[in-house]
């Protein structure tokens, strides 16, 4: 089993991964490699001409050359291209020159971003297409299970990220810039907007890189530690209007901040609350351990499914509300709740599924591993009249394991764990405790069908799998499943 990993606010590494809380590479061994030493020695690169035969999971296309199958970014099955092919025997890099034959999936990338940033993957193929291509890496991975249910799309699949880390720096005529990470690098390039972020989130970074100027305010320079400010984490409520703005700094001697508040409040009225955030150490991790308001309650609440929910700067919450509602509403349709059941949601962040499950649940038990997460779930609760469901702080595996060992009972236990999935001290508690139904949320299918390969050698059935569009113009794709217990009396 997988080790399990935190889900801390990490800046983007090279493997950077828009929404995902670890940034994992993708399995897979025709990888589009590249020479990590960035030694030329030996390298040489000649042009093919080559056919797309299909897709690798993370949305390259894949070719068959001299013998190999290798990934190219940015290829469509079906598509003939010129194909620039690097390699020294080892490692080996494409890249297209030129589309001979394009596909007819295939459109301009909106976002004038997309070949120089990474973040999205697949934003080169129509929606449509991008259903398609969901739809067939799903199908293929849950093949041992059941045939999974149509895709769930998003009608608008753009403006839907409620967060997003914006870092700061010079270029080299040391003006200051703020945008995101080039693809494969640690180099930051100027961005006015992204295409799937929140409109009003770019606005506001585009008044802090105008501030900074005005206000003589340094960005944060890694190498040699010097500057101030480093990152600007935004997060909005979507139905609720209210914004979140935190200056990520590498020191807490913020000189002028009181008129820095003033006038970024003055430019955005709309902004609810600002913080700021400490983080003085050498590390990828976005968010340091101090934080400080600057102005506001420091949390902004939104709506989801009806209920109201309180969000810290570090606390997890899903980042497209409009189709965390379709997930959420197939996950509670699975738990066939009947109003007694006792209902475990295991890594429930800020207790949004179990909160939404307690109106039609006997009891629920929420289990999460970040304390600040866990506070806002109780005060969640509170806030949302519940008084049936308990919210504790621990690793979800020590804690199911405990239950077990105290032979406690459950009806239903919903799991919904970083992109590392779950362990074997949760899975395994999962067979002693015996629930009935197994909901399984997953923003990792790969790590989902791993863990469920576990549960169905071990008495459970896979009913139905439900992916959900979640990362609308990257490749990731959320998967909800639904398990049962075989044997009842067991
Ligand atoms: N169910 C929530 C959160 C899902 S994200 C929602 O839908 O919003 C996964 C959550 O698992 C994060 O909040 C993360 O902090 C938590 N987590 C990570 N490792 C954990 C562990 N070992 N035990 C308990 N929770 C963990």
């Known amino acids: 089993m997988a080790k399990r990993k935190n889900n801390s ?60 199958e290798i990934e190219v970014p940015y290829l469509l099955p079906g598509e003939t291209a010129e194909v620039a092919v690097t390699t020294n025997g080892k490692f080996i890099n494409t890249k297209v020159k030129r589309v001979i034959k394009p596909s007819e999936d295939r459109v301009k990338p909106p976002c004038r971003y997309y ?34 249910e149509k895709v769930l799309t998003m009608d608008h699949p753009y403006d839907y990220r409620n967060k997003n880390h914006t870092t700061y720096g010079l ?49 944060y320079n890694e190498d040699t530690r ?48 600002i913080l700021l955030n400490v983080n003085d150490r050498d590390t990828s991790i976005v968010l340091g351990g101090q934080e400080k308001v600057l102005f506001g309650k420091g949390t902004i609440t939104d709506t989801l499914c009806g209920m109201k929910f309180e969000i810290s700067p ?21 738990a066939e709740l009947t109003g007694q059941d006792t209902v475990i949601d295991a890594y429930c962040g800020i207790g949004t599924i179990g909160l939404v499950a307690s109106q039609k649940a006997g009891k629920v038990i929420g289990v999460e591993l970040n304390n600040d997460a866990v506070r806002d779930a109780i005060r969640n609760s509170k806030r949302n009249g519940v008084n049936n469901a308990r919210f504790y702080q621990g690793d979800a595996g020590e804690f199911m394991v405990q239950m077990a060992n105290r032979n406690e009972k459950a009806d239903v236990v919903i799991l919904d764990p970083p992109r590392s999935g779950s362990d074997e001290a949760f899975l395994s508690s999962v067979v002693k405790l015996k629930p009935k139904r197994v909901v399984y949320v997953s923003c990792n299918p790969e790590t989902q069908a791993r863990d469920m390969k576990y549960l169905v050698k071990n008495g459970y059935d896979v009913e139905e799998i439900q992916p959900v569009d979640m990362f609308p113009q990257t490749y990731h794709v959320e998967s909800v499943a639904k398990l049962v217990r075989k044997f009842v009396n067991r």
Not at 177 to 204: S, V, W
Not at 227 to 247: A, D, P, T
Request: charged content about 25%; aromatic content about 6%.
């Open 9 to 68: 606010q990490r800046k983007p590494n090279k493997n950077r991964k828009r929404h995902g809380e670890n940034n994992k590479p993708h399995h897979s061994v025709r990888k589009n490699q590249v020479n990590p030493h960035g030694s030329k020695k030996g390298q040489k690169t000649v042009t093919a001409e080559v056919t797309c035969k299909g897709f690798t999971s993370n949305g390259q296309g894949l070719v068959d050359w001299e013998g190999k």
């Open 115 to 148: 070949f120089k940033c990474g973040g999205c993957q697949i934003q080169h193929m129509s929606n449509e297409a991008q259903g398609r291509f969901k739809q067939q890496t799903i199908n293929q991975l849950m093949k041992p299970f059941v045939k999974p």
């Open 171 to 219: 270029n080299k005529d040391r003006q200051i810039i703020g945008g995101l990470y080039a693809q494969n690098t640690h180099r930051i390039f100027d961005m006015e907007k992204c295409l799937i972020h929140d409109p009003k989130a770019d606005e506001i970074n585009q008044t802090i890189k105008g501030m900074m100027k005005s206000f003589k305010m340094q960005p």
């Open 226 to 273: 010097q500057g101030f400010l480093r990152h600007v984490l935004i997060k909005v409520g979507k139905i609720s209007g209210e914004i979140m703005v935190v200056l990520v700094a590498a020191s807490p001697i913020f000189k002028g901040k009181n008129n820095f508040v003033k006038a970024l409040r003055k430019e955005h009225p709309e902004i609810s609350t």
């Open 314 to 334: 570090k606390s997890f919450y899903q980042i497209n509300p409009v189709q965390t509602e379709k997930l959420y509403g197939r996950a509670i349709e699975m």
